[in-house]
């Protein structure tokens, strides 16, 4: 089976393993992290805390998710590609999931998705990867060859090169090289 490129599909095997680690693993993290808090703040200040930071986080998803709402419109309307628009509102999508859940460290990584001022940092982490996913997946585009970060401008001769092959050129006709030449041509 190959895929558009030609090329041998491949498949997917980085995820799903990191899925499933990250379903067993982060609960046992939340909950150590919970009882170590609790042992050194009390139980009922350390429910407390959770209560107030699940509150906090969604307040600033309410109020960040007005912003980004309102950005990705604004560039709807301008007719301009809402990359960065969009980027945010999946940090923000992820990042609000993060701090509803309880725990601790879920919401040390949600905020770092939601923080305006942290959410930059976020998005060009999740741009490189995403580019990196994309490029392992489909060896750069399978339509126009390109591959991300290696287009370089062709150098004085390869222009030079390129001009003269294009003044060769007759316009309206068409030229097979895999068909030899007719008797009128040689």
Do not use: H
Not at 23 to 42: A, D, F, R, T
Not at 131 to 139: D, H
Request: charged share 20%.
């Amino acid at each position: 089976m190959s895929n558009v490129s030609g090329s041998p599909a491949r498949k997917t095997r980085g995820l799903p393993w990191f899925v499933a680690a990250a379903l067993l693993v982060v609960p046992i993290v939340e909950i150590y992290v919970i009882i170590q808090v609790g042992q050194v703040i009390g139980g009922w200040p350390t429910v407390a805390l959770l209560l107030v930071e699940s509150a906090l986080g969604a307040w600033l998803i309410k109020r960040e998710g007005r912003r980004a709402f309102a950005a990705l419109k604004a560039s709807l309307d301008t007719g301009r590609m809402p990359g960065k628009e969009l980027a945010d509102a999946a940090l923000l999508l992820i990042g609000g999931t993060l701090l509803l859940t309880p725990g601790f460290a879920t919401d040390i990584v949600g905020f770092f998705f939601v923080l305006p001022f942290t959410r930059p940092l976020a998005r060009r982490a999740l741009s490189a990867f995403l580019g990196r996913r994309i490029v392992a997946q489909l060896g750069g585009n399978p339509i126009t060859g390109f591959m991300p970060g290696t287009f370089r401008p062709p150098t004085a001769d390869q222009a030079e090169a390129q001009r003269r092959r294009n003044d060769d050129v007759i316009q309206g006709e068409v030229i097979d090289p895999d068909q030899p030449p007719r008797p009128q041509d040689r």
